[in-house]
């Protein structure tokens, strides 16, 4: 139980970190502009994250093959963001923010489709409502005059 409850509160911290990168990607690209928002905060992040790696890496012994996957991960990463750097030039920030978290929809069809992942009903539930608030904070507005 105590190892589910770190997951979920890393999970929220997450959350909670994207949602602040949001709303500060707006502030930044009304000051630098949305591609050079993007292409900056890459550079800070490489430097960040080997500031990080250098004391706390893993001694885990990997074929060079495996690195594929970061380099998936990296190619997927950037569309997403530079897609959502365009995106918040056509809308408020809110908006593309709301589209983006149907992300955990795709993950999950991902899941099951390619790992055979099985969902309980309560899951599928709260897919349904997740899905359900998406769709009626992200989009009612712009239906209810």
Same mark, same amino acid.
């Not at 001694?59 to 897609?83: D, H, R």
């Given at each position: 139980?105590?190892?589910?409850?770190?997951?979920?509160? +890393?999970?929220?911290? *997450?959350?909670?970190?994207?949602?602040?990168?949001?709303?500060?990607?707006? !502030?930044?690209?009304?000051?630098? $502009?949305?591609?050079?928002?993007?292409?900056?905060?890459?550079?800070?992040? %490489?430097?960040?994250?080997?500031?990080?790696?250098?004391?706390? @890496?893993?001694?885990?012994? +990997?074929?060079?093959?495996? %690195?594929?996957?970061?380099? +998936?991960?990296?190619?997927?990463?950037?569309? @997403?963001?530079?897609?959502? *750097?365009?995106?918040? !030039?056509?809308?408020?920030?809110?908006?593309?923010?709301?589209?983006?978290?149907? *992300?955990?929809?795709?993950? $999950?069809?991902?899941?099951?489709?390619?790992?055979?992942?099985?969902? *309980? %009903?309560?899951?599928?539930?709260?897919?349904?409502?997740? @899905?359900?608030?998406?769709?009626?904070?992200?989009? $009612?507005?712009?239906?209810?005059?």
């Amino acid at each position: 139980m105590h190892d589910k409850m770190a997951g979920y509160a +890393f999970a929220f911290v *997450s959350a909670i970190g994207l949602g602040v990168t949001n709303f500060l990607f707006t !502030r930044s690209a009304k000051a630098l $502009g949305s591609v050079n928002t993007t292409f900056y905060y890459y550079v800070f992040a %490489l430097v960040i994250g080997m500031v990080c790696w250098l004391p706390f @890496s893993e001694n885990k012994q +990997f074929s060079i093959s495996e %690195l594929k996957w970061p380099i +998936f991960i990296a190619i997927a990463m950037f569309i @997403s963001n530079l897609t959502y *750097s365009y995106a918040v !030039r056509y809308f408020d920030t809110s908006t593309p923010a709301i589209i983006r978290a149907v *992300s955990f929809f795709i993950t $999950g069809l991902i899941a099951i489709s390619f790992n055979r992942e099985h969902l *309980s %009903l309560k899951d599928w539930l709260a897919f349904l409502l997740v @899905s359900s608030g998406i769709l009626l904070f992200g989009y $009612g507005r712009h239906f209810v005059k």
